[in-house]
């Protein structure tokens, strides 16, 4: 999988609205049989994909040999309905936003600099212990740059009266859906609450452009859980794989649990 793309897999045409399902489901799995034919011939040692959350029928891999994992992502839908979040999101979520706001004095700011928000990343991978490739550093940099310039992407920040960052998002929209990209918090404010306000800003701000929130999931029971507590529907996707995989394909594997 590329860096920062959770989800791929085929892309079907949607089908006329008047189809019936078993002929929309023969048609895809056809389809997805002639894809796997064209995957066999190839002289790829290994496959692996994330495939989207659309994707509900995996048989024609099984068939062919293919193994499946089940992960998941969190959606928040209807965000046009601001008071219905807010009612939907858990207690402490709530609590935390109103904490940063009230007591930490956090004002959010978009379009904070490229510059504010890698160095407040790399606080949070350093406070996990993990390291993360000076490519990948410069390829979120390009995504940063070249979302901002077509208008479908920020950063955010969340800022005290004195200036400090405490937390930050990096969030990118369409039509279809608005996806959590990457974000970050200083672990000296981590108990601010910032890092909810911050994203609940960001909710806020792409309900012009989008109905759908798609927090990207992990399965971490720590981030797991903030995300949930925003009131957002826990969704599973598939990671489809087969054959034998490189050592470069098992570290991005390693990594992708942490995002």
Known sequence: MPPYTQKMGPWLVE???DTKYTARLTKR???CEELIKKLSISSYSSFLQNFHYDITDWLPFYWAGYQQTTRYTYLLNDLNDTEKLWENMASNSRRNIQKAREKHHVTVRKG????EFMAVQAKTFERQGLRVKKQNAKILRHLI???QKREQGDIWGGYDTEGHLHAAAFVVWQESSAYYLAGGGDPVYRSSGAHSLVL?????HVSQFTNRFDFEGSMLPGVER???E???IQVPFFTISKGKLSLLDRARIKLSKWI
Do not use: M, T, V, Y
């Open 230 to 232: 925003f009131g957002a």
């Open 15 to 17: 089908n006329a609205p």
């Open 226 to 228: 903030f995300f949930r």
């Open 145 to 147: 740059s070249a979302c």
């Open 112 to 115: 904070i600099s490229i510059n």
């Open 29 to 31: 799995q056809k389809l």
């Open 200 to 204: 609940w800003e960001c909710i806020r």
